[in-house]
């Protein structure tokens, strides 16, 4: 059974504080390892991550796969409160069938 | 905005009776999902289809069926209503590269 670990469950920080989510995985087979980020509404797609370490970076969030030791990190640096958020991994295997995890909820405090 | 939308957003219906649910794309994505989110949890694979007619099982498929006669409709049916399908469903589509886009969700309750 596949199954998608993340750590930790929840996370209250200060803005301007730096934090690092973390996805562990074990599939059956993967094909890439995405991360999400939901507020009161649907998921957002963020990242989507095939090669081990190539980092991928979008303004201050940025991610990094280790497919020998199979997890994942998303880092946010210099939070602030509209990153206040679910962020959820996934991992695809074949046909895109996703298996995610139960989140991270980050609340970020002015 | 991937152009998807579901229906109806919000339902209250009573145990043991049928629902269906609805989703919609305007872009012609081959792969079609349908998840559900319950508190306290990530979404999890209830069916999906990757093209007309052509439809399997997620992780909780129980309970649950699904259609999908042309490409920009996806039916998720609940053949008889439980108290545990009280959840919030959600549709996806599958773009280049497998990146998933979701729709706005259908919050439904099972009383």
């Known amino acids: 059974e596949d199954k998608v670990v993340q750590s930790p469950l929840s996370l209250v920080v200060h803005e301007g504080d730096t934090v690092t989510l973390n996805c562990s995985y074990e599939?059956?087979?993967?094909?890439?390892l995405l991360w999400y980020k939901q507020e009161k509404k649907a998921p957002t797609f963020l990242f989507m991550l095939t090669s081990s370490g190539i980092e991928k970076k979008s303004g201050r969030l940025s991610s990094i796969l280790d497919k020998k030791e199979l997890f994942s990190i998303l880092n946010i640096t210099a939070t602030q409160t509209g990153d206040s958020a679910i962020y959820l991994c996934?991992?695809?295997?074949?046909?895109?069938?996703?298996?995610f995890g139960d989140g991270t909820t980050l609340t970020v405090k002015p | 905005d991937a152009g998807i939308t579901q229906s109806p957003r919000h339902k209250v219906t009573e145990t043991g009776t049928p629902v269906t649910l609805r989703c919609h794309q305007t872009?012609?994505?081959?792969?079609m999902y349908w998840y559900r989110q319950d508190p306290g949890h990530g979404l999890r694979l209830i069916h999906y289809?990757?093209?007309?007619?052509?439809?399997d099982k997620g992780e909780v498929s129980d309970g649950y069926s699904v259609s999908r006669s042309k490409t920009e409709d996806f039916l998720l049916t609940l053949e008889s209503a439980t108290s545990s399908q009280t959840s919030v469903y959600f549709c996806?589509?599958?773009?280049?590269?497998?990146?998933?886009?979701f729709g706005p969700g259908t919050r439904l309750t099972v009383t």
């Open positions: 996934a991992v695809q295997g074949n046909a895109g069938k996703s298996t």
């Open positions: 872009e012609n994505h081959r792969y």
């Open positions: 289809s990757y093209g007309v007619k052509d439809t």
């Open positions: 996806a589509i599958s773009v280049s590269n497998y990146e998933q886009y």
């Open positions: 599939v059956t087979n993967f094909r890439s």
